[in-house]
């Protein structure tokens, strides 16, 4: 426990400490959302659905770049070797991380709400929010896993621009910006085989209070184990190249 | 306390380590020397638990080293300026110390170290010096009983590496035991009990500092001749362009009176110190640039 804590806190202080990084995770979404979302959302349920996809991207955004780009920039770092020979298991290092990436996504989460509340009809019963946040919390996991087998698999140059060209894909393709039915013919078509729009459709029912399918549950949970398996790999390769 | 034994080691194309094998007895200090590419940073790598070896075993008390639990009783310096890009140094420290059991208090290393009026500043700020200060301490707060010491004093002025080799000299005398890897043969002399030199992944030689010193602490002689008669204080002799020679002895002067009682006619001579990469390149008969 006074491990995990004060790995934690070491993660949370770098973080804190970048606002290059703090501040476009938690203002990017909800900047988003003003711009494209917030003025043709009518009614409650339009615009509790608009607001738990972009809490959706948030999460996404949170998690994909902290994993994705922070682990790339740390593989190059001696530090990250030194920590190693330190005596712990890696696990309260890997769970530190997940802790600071899990607090920072809450807190983007929680400024698109108010985000939200202040500029559209939203109006969310109470009940729902347990399903929405386990849904955002699985679909965090699972972009987390993508982002850092994305960190191993290229050079920590390659990762930032590399990076961008998925997340942005990923979020407009999976609905996290409109609902499905305004996306292109085309995007319609291949949405449904992405993570994200898997992703999506467990939030989606969560926000409505609709019942889960257990098909997307299936399908999110085969693409976490899926990318984890990648990501494991891929750090395995990487130590055996230095 | 540390034994290796047997041990290979395969980075990428690179044979590392090719069946080295060295012990550090409780209490002892070892110092590990070679030139760049010897294998010391891999064998350390080894015995830090962040590789394991292809061959061979190494263990840390009897244990594997993989094992974090094993560390428990290790200390290490982390390498050159690989420090986390946004923490204080009182944090870094902090960090550290919770992996132990029965660490020092953090004041406590930050004034040994005198790191105390830099307790709040970014341990990206730190001068070089103030950076190995640090990383001497990291390996030290967890009150080991081994600290593994890569390079503790590469770069610094001569004050401040005094400065360090008292608090080394401090924990050696309070029963710790360390393995320090140096391109200073003066501090190998200064703290080692014994010196062992790795060359091209193996262990070329090893002996108390005093005897690995005559070995290695070798004079550049370059003269011009004709012809050079055998020469019995030169360790190797180069021919260069011109009847140009460079040769290598742990005793120029003597080897100057040899050369004049030889009657040999030279001219041109010169005679400079060498670095101890040089030396060692010369003394373990490598090719070496003249």
Same mark, same amino acid.
């Given at each position: 426990m006074k491990l995990l804590r004060a790995h934690t806190k070491a993660e949370l202080l770098g973080l804190l400490r970048n606002p290059a990084f703090l501040i476009p995770t938690m203002l990017f979404p909800s900047m988003f959302f003003l711009m494209f979302a917030a003025a043709n959302l009518k009614n409650a349920s339009a615009a509790n659905f608009a607001t738990g996809s972009f809490m959706a991207f948030a999460v996404f955004t949170v998690t994909f770049f902290q994993f994705g780009v922070g682990a790339a920039n740390e593989r190059e770092n001696p530090w990250s070797s030194y920590i190693r020979t330190l005596p712990a298991p890696s696990i309260y290092r890997n769970a530190a991380k997940v802790a600071a990436a899990a607090v920072l996504a809450l807190a983007a989460a929680l400024v698109l709400i108010l985000t939200s509340s202040a500029s559209t009809p939203f109006d969310m019963p109470l009940e729902r929010w347990p399903r929405v946040f386990t849904a955002l919390a699985a679909g965090g996991l699972m972009m987390g896993m993508l982002g850092t087998a994305l960190a191993y698999l290229v050079t920590p140059k390659a990762a930032l621009p590399l990076a961008n060209l998925i997340y942005l894909p990923l979020a407009f393709m999976g609905g996290m910006w409109m609902p499905p039915a305004m996306l292109p013919r085309i995007v319609q078509n291949i949405s449904p085989y992405l993570p994200s729009r898997q992703w999506m459709e467990l939030v989606w029912a969560a926000v409505a209070g609709g019942r889960w399918s257990a098909a997307h549950w299936l399908a999110v949970a085969g693409f976490t184990v899926a990318f984890a398996l990648l990501a494991g790999w891929a750090q395995r390769r990487d130590q055996v190249i230095r | 306390m540390v034994s290796v034994q047997n041990v290979h080691k395969r980075l990428g194309k690179v044979e590392? @380590?090719?069946?080295a094998s060295l012990a550090v007895q409780r209490g002892e200090l070892l110092a590990l020397l070679g030139p760049n590419g010897a294998g010391k940073t891999t064998l350390v790598s080894l015995l830090s638990g962040l590789r394991a070896p292809d061959k061979g075993k190494v263990t840390l008390d009897g244990k594997d080293p993989r094992n974090p639990s094993s560390r428990r009783i290790l200390g290490v310096t982390p390498q050159g !300026?690989?420090? =986390? =890009?946004? @923490?204080r140094v009182k944090e870094v420290v902090q960090l550290v110390r919770a992996h132990y059991p029965d660490p020092m208090s953090s004041d406590e290393a930050l004034t040994r170290f005198e790191l105390h009026s830099l307790a709040?500043?970014?341990?990206?700020? @730190?001068?070089g010096g103030q950076a190995r200060r640090l990383a001497v301490a990291l390996a030290f707060v967890g009150r080991p009983l081994l600290a593994i010491l890569d390079e =503790?004093? !590469?770069? @610094?002025?001569v004050s401040s590496r005094r400065a360090l080799w008292r608090e080394i000299v401090r924990f050696k005398s309070e029963g710790g035991t360390v393995l320090l890897t140096t391109h200073y043969m003066e501090e190998a002399e200064e703290l080692a009990d014994r010196v062992v030199v790795l060359d091209r992944g193996r262990v070329a030689t090893a002996g108390k500092p005093e005897e690995i010193k005559k070995r290695v602490a070798l004079k550049k002689v370059r003269l011009r001749a004709a012809k050079l008669p055998e020469l019995r204080s030169a360790r190797k002799v180069a021919p260069g362009e011109g009847g140009l020679y460079t040769i290598w002895s742990p005793d120029a002067d003597q080897l100057v009176r040899e050369i004049v009682n030889s009657g040999v006619e030279f001219s041109d001579l010169e005679v400079t110190p060498v670095s101890l990469e040089e030396a060692f390149l010369a003394a373990l008969n490598h090719e070496v640039q003249a």
């Open positions: - | 590392a @380590l090719r069946g !300026t690989g420090f =986390p =890009p946004l @923490l709040a500043r970014n341990v990206q700020a @730190l001068s =503790p004093t !590469t770069g @610094l002025d």
